[in-house]
């Protein structure tokens, strides 16, 4: 009798048990779980949930069970982490952006983008779209999304034609897509954490206190605070805007950046 009774717990945990879907960062998952909405009917992990750094984070062993145990993995391709995700799934069960946006010279930030994020939309409906029924909420969700990013590609194509006289830095070199789809420059003014010595943060505050136009700083939310707070003051030509690249609402960072430039 047990043993029939566990035979039957194990087929119902097998009938009711919901697919794991796993994605690299919180914006592949923002995109993915804004078109689902309220369907719930699926498991999420997310290896890159926190601002770590892609290069050196290692697999947990719980995360590479998690990865295994997904039916399908979202992962952009150009991380470093990814190449050891990469190693453990089978290939089939990949969904690869690095596969459908070209790249610019190997930078992996091609997600940094409201152009680019157009087409991830696109194509994570294609992917939904064979994972699950297909519903009128899911389309719903899917032309919402789609127009949200339509509309504001449209608001920074107009404030770049009309304002070509700003001049936008960045705490990292993130920004390269984003840089050419309006065909503007942003200048990263470090290229890595230990390229801010005394010296450097010196002469770059300088430089920038020399440019007699309105500049944006954009940094992310992880930055070093005595850093951006001395180049500020030193630099009264200068306003701070953070943008967080990892996050689940990536629409809601390029709003804010738009805002934050003078967009209107």
Same mark, same amino acid.
């Given at each position: 009798?047990?043993?029939?009774?566990? %035979?039957?717990?194990?087929?119902?945990?097998?009938?009711?048990?919901?697919?794991?879907?796993?994605? #690299?960062?919180?914006?592949?998952?923002?995109?993915?779980?804004?078109?689902?909405?309220?369907?719930?009917? @699926?498991?999420?992990?997310?290896?890159?949930?926190?601002?770590?750094? !892609? !290069?050196?984070?290692?697999?947990?062993?719980?995360?590479?069970?998690?990865?295994?145990?997904? *039916?399908?993995? &979202?992962?952009?391709?150009?991380?470093?982490?990814?190449?050891?995700?990469?190693?453990?799934?089978?290939?089939? *069960?990949? %969904? +690869?952006?690095?596969?459908?946006?070209?790249?610019?010279?190997?930078?992996?930030?091609?997600?940094?983008?409201?152009?680019?994020?157009?087409?991830?939309?696109?194509?994570?409906?294609?992917?939904? #779209?064979?994972? &699950?029924?297909?519903?009128?909420?899911?389309?719903? +969700? @899917?032309?919402?999304?789609?127009?949200?990013?339509?509309?504001?590609?449209?608001?920074?194509?107009?404030?770049?034609?009309?304002?070509?006289?700003?001049?936008?830095?960045? @705490? !990292?070199?993130?920004?390269?897509?984003?840089?050419?789809?309006?065909?503007?420059?942003?200048?990263?003014?470090?290229?890595?954490?230990?390229?801010?010595?005394?010296?450097?943060?010196?002469?770059?505050?300088?430089?920038?206190?020399?440019? !007699?136009?309105?500049?944006? /700083?954009?940094?992310?939310? @992880?930055?070093?605070?005595?850093?951006?707070?001395?180049?500020?003051?030193?630099?009264?030509? /200068?306003?701070?805007?953070?943008?967080?690249?990892?996050?689940?609402? /990536?629409?809601?960072?390029?709003?804010? /950046?738009?805002?934050?430039?003078?967009?209107?």
């Amino acid at each position: 009798m047990i043993k029939i009774l566990l %035979f039957f717990m194990i087929i119902l945990a097998f009938a009711f048990s919901k697919d794991v879907y796993t994605f #690299s960062i919180n914006p592949l998952f923002g995109f993915f779980s804004a078109l689902m909405g309220k369907q719930k009917d @699926y498991v999420y992990n997310v290896i890159l949930s926190s601002n770590f750094d !892609h !290069h050196s984070l290692d697999l947990k062993p719980s995360t590479v069970k998690n990865i295994k145990n997904s *039916k399908k993995v &979202f992962v952009v391709g150009t991380l470093e982490i990814e190449k050891e995700v990469l190693k453990i799934i089978d290939k089939n *069960k990949v %969904f +690869n952006l690095k596969e459908y946006i070209k790249l610019i010279d190997d930078d992996p930030h091609l997600w940094i983008s409201v152009k680019n994020s157009k087409r991830i939309i696109e194509l994570l409906y294609k992917e939904i #779209s064979t994972e &699950f029924k297909v519903s009128n909420q899911l389309c719903d +969700n @899917y032309r919402k999304e789609y127009r949200k990013f339509v509309d504001l590609d449209k608001k920074f194509e107009s404030f770049f034609k009309k304002n070509n006289s700003i001049v936008i830095l960045s @705490y !990292h070199n993130e920004f390269r897509y984003f840089a050419k789809d309006y065909g503007v420059m942003i200048i990263p003014i470090f290229m890595h954490e230990e390229d801010i010595s005394p010296k450097a943060l010196k002469d770059i505050t300088k430089k920038i206190s020399l440019i !007699h136009k309105n500049v944006f /700083l954009i940094v992310p939310p @992880y930055y070093d605070r005595k850093v951006v707070d001395y180049i500020t003051k030193n630099a009264n030509n /200068l306003k701070v805007i953070v943008f967080n690249s990892n996050s689940i609402n /990536l629409y809601e960072e390029f709003r804010k /950046l738009y805002v934050g430039i003078g967009g209107k």
